[in-house]
């Protein structure tokens, strides 16, 4: 892929599309896409694009779970298969928007009087999607509240966040997020939190709300104590995809956010990649790019690179949607196919001063999707030299940092918006959840389950039954047991090193006591 200026010119005449009907562009000129290529694709896309129909109309487009997947209803509840559904998405956004407008007033409030704080507690979707948005649209000189996060079931990560609360805990509520109401890490922020209130000596259930669905455990708990109030979750929405759903949107409208931007954004860009003309469908564009630059394999590590802060978090949400839903051992004819595409990222310009060196003169094992904003935006745009902005310098390095890619071999897409708002935000949320429904279809797996994050959870459970086994054999023998010992006394023998990772996190945490006898080190409970 070596061209002249003039030759990189005709390119992007080509192969750049303007959607002004959604104020975003989508450059594939700098991939090794060509004519030949999109006339090979366009039976596949045209497959894709029926899968898609048939997918937003209510069909099982989760065949192992034997759910619909209806993402897409959230921002358009009139394409709902039952009134039922329209009917809960639009009773939810309303009562979403109540209770922040309740929160705001007062009329809503905690021990200490006005919520100052959200601590919402979840991990995976139910925090990715929240946390990009707070970061993306966050203002401290505007925002109704302020965003905490528990987000994962670390005591140390959850003690910095109390600690940042402080004395405000009783000015903050919580948001646990769990789908099943039985996720673990989730259930553990949930009993910290709580214990931390308790010790404030403050109403935990007087200070929380849930999202779940209706008769999960959590559900139930919920209702048992008295908490402030519910939203649904469904089980046509996965995770990964719930960020238009009550997950994404309580918070944002609670941090003041226009929840009804962020769902026009979603809207329009779902009206604009209903088309079944490829070169006029930016998702599907998409879609075939990254097919090409991977061999529809996933050969190539995806690298995101946002020149814009605030979209800084974009490249750990795109994680979870592209690797959650494209990493999979099987396709839908279950023959074993080990698809994926990895993606890493940060921002730019800050990662030409780190990996940029590699990608430019490093493994050709990627393929980079820049994101560029074209409004700067800031009252401190400074002209820093002559004719040059702060702003001016930022897209300077974008551009130069992309023809350098180019002139070293290395492909690129460009998406570009023209600021970063509500609109935009819903609108890159949609794009890539259809990006990759369309990929999921072109490669012909199961973009909607996740069978591999099951079977983690299964083996940490495992290692679990294997602490309390351990526990229980100390317990009831007070003498010292070498490694080997115990795991002999507990059935274990065969998985020996998880007994001795096990054992040395008690010990570390002061669990067990560990002490050498000759060659030997041996444990008793603490």
Same mark, same amino acid.
Request: aromatic share 8%.
């Given at each position: 892929?070596?061209?002249?200026?003039?030759?990189? @010119?005709?390119?992007?005449?080509?192969?750049?599309?303007?959607?002004?009907?959604?104020?975003?562009?989508?450059?594939?000129?700098?991939?090794?896409?060509?004519?030949?290529?999109?006339?090979?694709?366009?039976?596949?896309?045209?497959?894709?694009?029926?899968?898609?129909?048939?997918?937003?109309?209510?069909?099982?487009?989760?065949?192992?779970?034997?759910?619909?997947?209806?993402?897409?209803?959230?921002?358009?509840?009139?394409?709902?298969?039952?009134?039922?559904?329209?009917?809960?998405?639009?009773?939810?956004?309303?009562?979403?928007?109540?209770?922040?407008?309740?929160?705001?007033?007062? #009329?809503?409030?905690?021990?200490?009087?006005?919520?100052?704080?959200?601590?919402?507690?979840?991990?995976?979707?139910?925090?990715?999607?929240?946390?990009?948005?707070?970061?993306?649209?966050?203002?401290?000189?505007?925002?109704?509240?302020?965003?905490?996060?528990?987000?994962?079931?670390?005591?140390?990560?959850?003690?910095?966040?109390?600690?940042?609360?402080?004395?405000?805990?009783?000015?903050?509520?919580?948001?646990?997020?769990?789908?099943?109401?039985?996720?673990?890490?989730?259930?553990?922020? +949930?009993?910290?939190? #709580?214990?931390?209130?308790?010790?404030?000596?403050?109403?935990?259930?007087?200070?929380?709300?849930?999202?779940?669905?209706?008769?999960?455990?959590?559900?139930?708990?919920?209702?048992?104590?008295? @908490?402030?109030?519910?939203?649904?979750?469904?089980?046509?929405?996965?995770?990964?995809?719930?960020?238009?759903?009550?997950?994404?949107?309580?918070?944002?409208?609670?941090?003041?956010?226009?929840?009804?931007?962020?769902?026009?954004?979603?809207?329009?860009?779902?009206?604009?990649?209903?088309?079944?003309?490829? #070169?006029?469908?930016?998702?599907?564009?998409?879609?075939?790019?990254?097919?090409?630059?991977?061999?529809?394999?996933?050969?190539?590590?995806?690298?995101?690179?946002?020149?814009?802060?605030?979209?800084?978090?974009?490249?750990?949400?795109?994680?979870?949607?592209?690797?959650?839903?494209?990493?999979?051992?099987?396709?839908?004819?279950?023959?074993?196919?080990?698809?994926?595409?990895?993606?890493?990222?940060?921002?730019?310009?800050?990662?030409?001063?780190?990996?940029?060196?590699?990608?430019?003169?490093?493994?050709?094992?990627?393929?980079?999707?820049?994101?560029?904003?074209?409004?700067?935006?800031?009252?401190?745009?400074? +002209?820093?030299?002559?004719?040059?902005?702060?702003?001016?310098?930022?897209?300077?390095?974008?551009?130069?940092?992309?023809?350098?890619?180019?002139?070293?071999?290395? !492909?690129?897409?460009?998406?570009?918006?023209?600021?970063?708002?509500?609109?935009?935000?819903?609108?890159?949320?949609?794009?890539?959840?259809?990006?990759?429904?369309?990929?999921?279809?072109?490669?012909?797996?199961?973009?909607?389950?996740?069978?591999?994050?099951?079977?983690?959870?299964?083996?940490?459970?495992?290692?679990?039954?294997?602490?309390?086994?351990?526990?229980?054999?100390?317990?009831?023998?007070?003498?010292?047991?070498?490694?080997?010992?115990?795991?002999?006394?507990?059935?274990?023998?065969?998985?020996? !090193?998880?007994?001795?990772?096990?054992?040395?996190?008690?010990?570390?945490?002061?669990?067990?006591?560990?002490?050498?006898?000759?060659?030997?080190?041996?444990?008793?409970?603490?």
């Amino acid at each position: 892929m070596t061209y002249t200026k003039l030759q990189w @010119w005709e390119r992007f005449q080509k192969y750049r599309t303007e959607f002004s009907q959604v104020g975003l562009a989508v450059d594939l000129s700098r991939m090794n896409v060509s004519d030949e290529f999109f006339a090979k694709m366009e039976p596949l896309a045209q497959k894709a694009f029926s899968d898609m129909d048939a997918l937003e109309k209510g069909a099982i487009a989760n065949p192992d779970e034997n759910r619909m997947v209806g993402h897409y209803w959230l921002r358009n509840p009139a394409l709902s298969p039952t009134p039922e559904i329209r009917a809960e998405i639009e009773k939810t956004l309303a009562n979403i928007k109540q209770f922040a407008a309740d929160i705001h007033s007062g #009329k809503i409030g905690g021990a200490g009087g006005k919520f100052k704080n959200y601590l919402l507690i979840g991990i995976g979707g139910s925090a990715l999607g929240p946390q990009f948005v707070a970061h993306a649209l966050s203002d401290p000189r505007t925002d109704k509240v302020k965003p905490f996060f528990f987000d994962n079931t670390d005591p140390n990560g959850m003690d910095r966040v109390l600690a940042s609360i402080g004395t405000e805990l009783n000015q903050t509520l919580c948001i646990v997020i769990s789908k099943s109401g039985g996720t673990k890490e989730t259930r553990n922020g +949930m009993l910290v939190a #709580k214990a931390a209130y308790e010790e404030a000596k403050l109403n935990f259930g007087a200070h929380a709300v849930a999202i779940t669905m209706e008769g999960s455990d959590l559900d139930k708990y919920v209702t048992e104590n008295k @908490w402030l109030k519910k939203f649904p979750m469904w089980d046509w929405i996965g995770g990964r995809t719930s960020e238009l759903s009550a997950v994404g949107l309580l918070p944002a409208a609670l941090q003041g956010f226009d929840v009804d931007g962020l769902l026009a954004g979603a809207k329009q860009i779902d009206d604009a990649t209903r088309t079944k003309n490829v #070169k006029a469908n930016p998702a599907m564009l998409l879609s075939l790019a990254l097919f090409e630059s991977g061999n529809g394999k996933g050969v190539k590590n995806m690298v995101v690179l946002p020149y814009k802060d605030r979209l800084e978090l974009f490249s750990k949400y795109l994680q979870q949607l592209v690797m959650e839903s494209l990493g999979k051992e099987r396709d839908l004819k279950n023959n074993i196919v080990n698809q994926g595409i990895t993606v890493l990222g940060n921002k730019g310009s800050t990662d030409q001063h780190s990996y940029i060196q590699q990608l430019r003169d490093g493994l050709n094992n990627f393929f980079v999707v820049f994101i560029s904003v074209q409004k700067d935006a800031s009252e401190h745009n400074l +002209m820093v030299e002559t004719d040059a902005t702060v702003g001016d310098f930022l897209n300077g390095f974008f551009l130069g940092t992309r023809q350098a890619l180019a002139e070293g071999g290395r !492909e690129s897409v460009t998406i570009t918006i023209n600021e970063v708002s509500p609109g935009t935000v819903g609108m890159l949320i949609a794009l890539f959840e259809r990006v990759i429904g369309f990929y999921a279809s072109l490669v012909g797996i199961n973009a909607y389950h996740q069978p591999g994050v099951e079977a983690g959870k299964k083996a940490a459970g495992q290692v679990i039954d294997i602490q309390r086994k351990i526990l229980a054999h100390l317990q009831k023998n007070h003498t010292l047991f070498t490694i080997e010992e115990i795991s002999q006394a507990i059935g274990n023998k065969e998985d020996i !090193e998880t007994v001795f990772q096990v054992i040395q996190h008690l010990a570390s945490n002061g669990r067990l006591t560990a002490t050498r006898d000759g060659s030997s080190v041996k444990y008793r409970l603490a």
